[in-house]
């Protein structure tokens, strides 16, 4: 899409003080678990673990649909996009996370004139709570709740689509999840309302379906509907993924114009996971991902490739370890 | 700590809601009821554009204010207060900002509409809009800056001559307006000693709708509806009965058909450079080559005609054409092969590689491009920003944006002209590795359009508002360097294209000095 939505799987960046923070803050008491590594999935990390890592996201596309119309564009030739950013991710307790990330993200046009933009995007904070676990039938079924924020770290571009970096809304988000899982096959589903706030840009004007005489753009909110299934083993994971984003309002893109940020922005992606979490050395995790999009309205259609390493730092362990060494 | 966390993080979401209240109060809705400091009286004295004389058009005497027929219009006017909704209200209040301003605003809202280039055709030529069928793709018209600035002068020039010639029969009938004739009229504008007869507004209805009709020939429906509920307004506002409302349309639109006739024979049509699928415009490029010089080629994939190459050879409003071409084209920017040019290349380079956040904040604020109402609508906007709060009479709004407007068409005029008398190449065509930070206009750089029109615009609002004459000249100056700061713009274009503007602003200020308004 011309701008990514908030979506799993997003290069992820702790601030320095934050991390530090939950460092010196968690370090007394022991847990484990496996590794939490985003807010839309069922995987919730130990007590007492911090993982932390980097992520890098590159997305790409060639065709877009301007309104429901697919079309090309020989004046932006391929539209990529690349996300990279340390990613963090706390387990309070085993049914209680937080999950943080702030990606820097670079847009480019392959062809035509127009410069393509890089900056630290928005700063996102989920909390992930699991107050629900038990056995149904032959398998567990876990209920989730999360919720999220996000803002803008810096004053960047949003009305320069599609190469902006952003679209400077503030968010607010509400995730129900459910989880079952039978032995090591699962099937997770969440829905998610995402409130977002309006906008300010640079001109004293707009035209959407009417003229607009005002700075202030209306961001209409969305929904995400997502659902996984797979394998879930100690070492690997693989999971099927379909996620779809709607924009609850918003506008088409009126022929052969430029799009807006308050487009009526659809996207369905479908696509795979999989993370591999070797026995040596402990607390390694690789991550990776390639996801397409399957139909969408004023978005782009891209296809994405991710890739991560990450460490699980036990926090309890290095507090014995410090102590044994006094 | 989980709970702290938990109420933490709701304390924090309710906060952020908070602070994302999602009404959005729109400028223009802010702007008071007009509520004159001089009624302008005399302004039937004042001298039209394109009306030879303010009783040119023939205006019936009204009939008397104590005839049955006219107490029939009385009556029409209180049953339409009696009946008042608050919608009502509000529409009342947002016409009572005055004609000229709101159909300004109707007007900019179309050019933002229209403003966007026609999608290729499967064999890589281009269609071309089409007046005739409107509404078919690709739409007509293509409201480009040249297209706009002539729509605004048409439409700003015809509200003044048909001004004009309703103050004069004002003056001469001296119809008291209803809520003077019958004290149980509650006047929802502010009061006025200004007759009523034949209606300022509708003369502007009149003229407006009659010109948007050639201009924006597919919006029929929506152009009617606003012109029915600015009618009703007047109505409801009992600022009008019915026979002033039909006066002063058939008044205005008498006076339109003027400038209907002269949009069919300004030369506008041929401007597009194509007929029968021949490229006429290919002898700029040729005169270019035969001089030695690169000549500007389209970056556009696939390679899209020039926007209007024959616009230099419209006719101007405040000047003849033997001017544009004799007094007023500007003299040759640097050849491409000379060192003057490589230093002005190497410039834009810098600011295509080096953007700071303020200098993308000019850009974006004066880029105009597609989809806005172009860099004339920008001006006619600070235009009137600017005469809100001056509280001026409608007849005084009319000639201000008649004035910017002829200045910004015949700017449009001048620059074109130079523009495809020079037909050089822009930056990203010399170095392909000059990127931009707005979308690369597609026709020739020297002069620059938007320093043009700005030099043009803060030339005619600083003679008409001298208080704010040096912020108008800044705001020029910010805009024809977002230009260069764009990377679409070397420095000559934008330095060159506010002088010439200047010089265009100074006609429209000879002008403003003869016709009898000061």
Avoid at chain 2, 165 to 170: D, G, L, T
Avoid at chain 2, 324 to 348: H, I, M, N, W, Y
Wanted: proline residues 6%.
């Amino acid at each position: 899409m011309f701008l990514q939505p908030k979506q799993d799987f997003r290069p992820k960046h702790s601030a320095f003080s934050l991390k530090f923070f939950v460092l010196i803050f968690f370090t007394l008491i022991n847990g484990k678990a496996s590794f939490a590594q985003t807010d839309i999935d069922a995987i919730m990390m130990g007590k007492k673990l911090f993982c932390a890592g980097i992520m890098y996201n590159t997305n790409s596309w060639n065709n877009y649909w301007e309104g429901t119309l697919k079309r090309d564009n020989p004046n932006l030739g391929t539209v990529s996009t690349n996300m990279i950013g340390p990613m963090g991710s706390l387990g309070v307790s085993s049914k209680f996370n937080i999950i943080f990330n702030l990606p820097y993200i670079k847009t480019n046009a392959s062809a035509g004139q127009l410069r393509g933009f890089s900056g630290l995007q928005d700063l996102s904070l989920w909390l992930k709570w699991k107050p629900i676990k038990k056995k149904v039938g032959k398998g567990n079924l876990s209920i989730f709740t999360i919720g999220g924020l996000s803002s803008p770290v810096s004053d960047y571009v949003a009305d320069y689509l599609p190469l902006s970096i952003g679209l400077q809304s503030r968010h607010i988000s509400f995730r129900g999840m459910a989880d079952y899982q039978v032995g090591v096959w699962t099937t997770t589903m969440s829905g998610t309302y995402v409130s977002r706030s309006n906008i300010e840009i640079d001109r004293t004007s707009y035209f959407t379906t009417r003229m607009h005489f005002t700075n202030e753009v209306y961001m209409p909110d969305a929904t995400q509907f997502n659902l996984r299934m797979g394998y879930r083993g100690k070492t690997w994971v693989f999971e099927a993924v379909l996620d779809k984003w709607t924009t609850l309002g918003g506008f088409d893109i009126t022929r052969n114009n430029m799009p807006f940020p308050s487009n009526r922005m659809n996207m369905t992606r479908s696509g795979i996971n999989m993370k591999y979490e070797p026995a040596v050395p402990k607390g390694l995790t690789l991550i990776g991902g390639a996801h397409t999009t399957v139909a969408g309205r004023n978005v782009g259609q891209t296809t994405n490739f991710q890739a991560g390493l990450f460490y699980i730092f036990n926090l309890n362990s290095k507090k014995s370890e410090n102590s044994r060494k006094k | 700590m989980k709970k702290l966390l938990i109420k933490l993080s709701v304390a924090t979401c309710l906060l952020f809601l908070a602070a994302c209240s999602k009404e959005i109060e729109e400028a223009n809705l802010l702007s008071p009821a007009l509520n004159p400091v001089q009624t302008d009286a005399n302004a039937g004295s004042w001298k039209p554009i394109l009306l030879n004389s303010a009783n040119e058009i023939f205006v019936p005497a009204p009939i008397g204010t104590t005839s049955p027929d006219y107490i029939l219009q009385i009556n029409e006017v209180k049953s339409w207060q009696d009946k008042m909704t608050d919608a009502d209200r509000k529409m009342v209040r947002y016409w009572s900002s005055g004609a000229v301003l709101r159909w300004n605003e109707i007007l900019r809202e179309l050019v933002a509409k229209y403003n966007l280039p026609p999608y290729q055709n499967e064999d890589g030529t281009y269609p071309i809009p089409n007046a005739n069928n409107p509404l078919a793709y690709p739409f007509f018209p293509f409201s480009n800056p040249p297209y706009a600035a002539r729509a605004y002068a048409y439409v700003s020039a015809a509200q003044f001559d048909g001004l004009i010639a309703a103050y004069y029969y004002k003056d001469r009938f001296k119809r008291q307006a209803p809520y003077q004739i019958d004290q149980k009229i509650t006047p929802l504008v502010n009061k006025s000693n200004l007759p009523s007869y034949p209606s300022e507004d509708a003369v502007i209805i009149g003229a407006t709708v009659k010109l948007l009709k050639l201009l924006f020939p597919g919006e029929q429906d929506y152009i009617q509806s606003k012109a029915e509920e600015h009618r009703i307004a007047r109505l409801m506002a009992g600022a009008n009965v019915r026979d002033e409302l039909e006066a002063g349309e058939a008044l205005g639109k008498a006076v339109a058909l003027k400038y209907v006739q002269r949009a069919r024979t300004d030369r506008t049509e041929a401007s597009v450079g194509i007929v029968n699928g021949q490229d006429l415009w290919k002898e700029f490029e040729q005169a270019v080559i035969q001089r030695g010089e690169t000549p500007w080629v389209s970056q556009e994939t696939p390679k899209r005609p020039p926007m209007l190459p024959y616009f230099g050879k419209v006719s101007p409003l405040l000047f003849d054409s033997l001017t544009v071409v004799t007094r007023l084209r500007a003299a040759a920017p640097p050849s491409t092969k000379s060192e003057a040019f490589q230093k002005e290349l190497d410039e834009v380079m810098h600011y295509s590689k080096n953007p700071t956040r303020e200098r993308i904040r000019i850009v974006h604020f004066w880029a105009d491009g597609i989809g806005t109402y172009t860099p004339p609508g920008h001006w006619n906007a600070i235009a009137a920003e600017h005469m809100i709060p001056l509280n001026l009479s409608e007849v005084r709004w009319a000639r201000n944006f008649a004035l910017l407007n002829m200045s910004l068409m015949d700017a449009a005029i001048v620059c074109w002209d130079t523009k495809f008398t020079y037909y050089n190449p822009r930056p990203s065509q010399v170095n392909p590795e000059i990127k931009t930070l707005t979308g690369l206009p597609n026709f020739p750089a020297y002069v620059s359009g938007h320093s043009t029109f700005s030099g043009a615009a803060a030339t005619v609002l600083g003679h008409l508002i001298p208080e704010k004459a040096s912020s108008f000249n800044r705001m020029a100056l910010e805009a024809s360097n977002s230009r260069l700061y764009g990377a679409i713009h070397y420095r000559s274009d934008c330095e060159v294209g506010l002088e010439l503007g200047t010089k265009v602003g100074n006609y429209a200020i000879q002008r403003a000095r003869t016709d009898g308004a000061n």
